[in-house]
């Protein structure tokens, strides 16, 4: 079982501060995506990393993806209130009947404080 | 154009009883996946279709659980004999095909079993 672990699970922070989430495995995956979620909706894609070492940066969020495809983070940068919600990163793997399948990290609630 | 749609956005039961959860992928998009999200947890995989067929039903938790997508666009989930701990958040996503590892997310079904 490919397991991926997301640290912090919660974070509350005040405006204007810097946060990184992490994504942790010891399996390889080939794409890892962070997708953002709202209560009472699916979640939404914010990135997709498939090259080890490769970074992508989205407005105030930069999103890493580990030399080894082990490891992701997500850094923000002078977080605003909009920016509280459930973050989730998923692995993905190519190749069989794995193709399709996501695999989740538990997800980081994040909170801004005005 | 219009986002992957799921109905009903909320179901409540009977334990023992049947239900269908139905989800209308992305026009064109030719994958269509099925998770299951418990509270305070990321999506869990159920099913993954590629065109009509399933190509991987490995994430069904036992033979209750049972879904169809016959011409390759809407997909519904069957549960049949419902008990207390399918009571979920069921998330259906779309990608544009088997190559692409970016999955857009309805909005959810959320089904409660009295």
């Known amino acids: 079982t490919q397991l991926l672990e997301q640290s912090p699970q919660f974070l509350s922070i005040q405006e204007g501060e810097n946060l990184t989430v992490y994504c942790n495995s010891s399996?390889?995956?080939?794409?890892l995506q962070w997708y953002r979620q709202e209560p009472g909706e699916g979640p939404v894609l914010l990135v997709t990393?498939?090259?080890?070492?490769e970074v992508k940066k989205l407005k105030r969020l930069t999103f890493q993806f580990g030399d080894a495809r082990k490891d992701s983070s997500l850094h923000i940068t002078a977080a605003q209130p909009g920016d509280t919600g459930l973050y989730l990163c998923a692995g993905g793997r190519a190749g069989g009947t794995s193709y399709g399948k996501l695999t989740f990290g538990q997800g980081t609630i994040l909170t801004v404080h005005p | 154009g219009a986002g992957v749609s799921q109905t009903p956005s909320n179901k409540v039961t009977e334990k023992g009883k049947y239900v269908e959860l139905r989800c209308d992928p992305i026009s064109g998009h030719t994958a269509l996946y099925w998770y299951r999200q418990s509270l305070g947890q990321g999506p869990e995989f159920l099913i993954y279709f590629q065109g009509t067929g399933a190509a991987d039903d490995s994430g069904l938790p036992n033979d209750r659980f049972f879904a169809v997508r016959p011409e390759g666009s809407v997909s519904t989930l069957k549960i049949q004999r419902t008990e207390r701990g399918d009571s979920a958040v069921y998330l259906c996503?779309?990608?544009?095909?088997?190559?692409?590892?970016?999955?857009?997310f309805g909005p959810g079904t959320r089904l409660t079993v009295t």
């Open positions: 399996s390889v995956f080939s794409s």
């Open positions: 996503a779309s990608s544009e095909g088997q190559a692409s590892y970016e999955q857009y």
């Open positions: 990393v498939v090259t080890g070492g």
